[in-house]
């Protein structure tokens, strides 16, 4: 499967060409090129050399930032992740290695989290105490823990660092996953998350967002973004203006509703301390 760099490569060459009006084949005349090369580098099925690239640039007419920004994008377009070595080659889906994959180059994330604490920041017990929920066999768990683990590994040792943000619902920090013991030592965890993380807890009694989906949203570099519909049974990758301006408004609504980075870890550490108090996250009415 290509990485995100070599479909963005891809898929830039196509407007600068299409930009110009011309077709593949009458690239691929003038340039003096094969006539299936053009082709396979608008499907991202390879990527030109680095003398070709720029003599399509120079026909294209591209800009001098264009030009940068394309051959940083062929230089990565073949880097692969963590998943790419063992334990973790051929074991996650193409979906979710694009996902990782965003992971890795987006400069910002914002996550939209309404029914279980992200990924990433969730710990051990709290993340095994899910998927036993979830009925999945041990082996199925403990290969789920290990991509976690990696997953936050990997963002922690990117320099620079996302701007990482998550909304999580303030029901989330009040359902027991596990046991009190779990679940208050996953609120001091989210309590005590590095800087370049921002967690936002969207009060209970505020109105709903986005209809409980859960989403996540990717910006990259020359002003590209990606959203991810995170459906229970596959995710779908949006990348159009239109649908990207859709997710934008959702992230809007939820950052005008949430509390601010400091009052959602006062709002955690409160949380803490119900559950110390009546073992739930909810106090009991009698």
């Known amino acids: 499967m290509p990485t995100i760099n070599a479909r963005r490569l891809a898929v830039k060459l196509t407007k600068l060409r299409e930009r110009n009006g011309w077709t593949q084949r009458e690239v691929c005349a003038a340039l003096g090129m ?33 030009r940068c920004l394309l051959e940083s994008l062929r230089l990565r377009a073949r880097e692969k992740g963590w998943w790419a070595a063992e334990p973790f080659v051929g074991e996650i889906s193409p979906s979710y290695e694009m996902y990782c994959s965003l992971e890795l180059d987006a400069l910002r994330i914002e996550k939209f989290s309404p029914i279980v604490v992200h ?17 999945v066999g041990s082996d199925v768990r403990a290969t789920g823990s290990d991509l976690r683990v990696e997953r936050w590994k990997a963002l922690e040792s990117r320099h620079p660092k996302p701007d990482l943000t998550v909304f999580v619902d303030e029901s989330v920090l009040r359902r027991t996953v596990g046991s009190p013991e779990v679940m208050i030592e996953q609120l001091h965890h989210l ?29 990259l570099d020359a002003g590209d973004a990606v959203a991810v519909d995170e459906g229970t049974v596959a995710q779908m990758y949006y990348e159009n203006h239109d649908q990207i301006d859709r997710f934008k408004v959702r992230l809007d ?11 959602s870890r006062d709002v955690i550490l409160d949380m803490v301390k119900v559950f110390e108090r009546h073992g739930s996250g909810f106090p009991q009415v009698k």
């Open 253 to 263: 609504r939820a950052a005008h509703l949430a509390y601010s980075g400091d009052e």
């Open 34 to 66: 094969g006539p299936a090369s053009i082709t396979r580098y608008e499907r991202a099925e390879g990527q030109p050399k680095l003398r070709d690239l720029r003599t399509m640039l120079a026909h294209y007419g591209a800009t001098e930032e264009e």
């Open 191 to 219: 309590a005590a998350l590095p800087e370049w993380v921002t967690l936002r807890v969207l009060p209970m009694a505020g109105p709903v967002v986005s209809a409980m989906c859960t989403f996540t949203m990717f910006f």
């Open 119 to 135: 990924g990433p920041l969730q710990t051990d017990a709290y993340a095994m105490s899910l998927k036993e929920s979830f009925a």
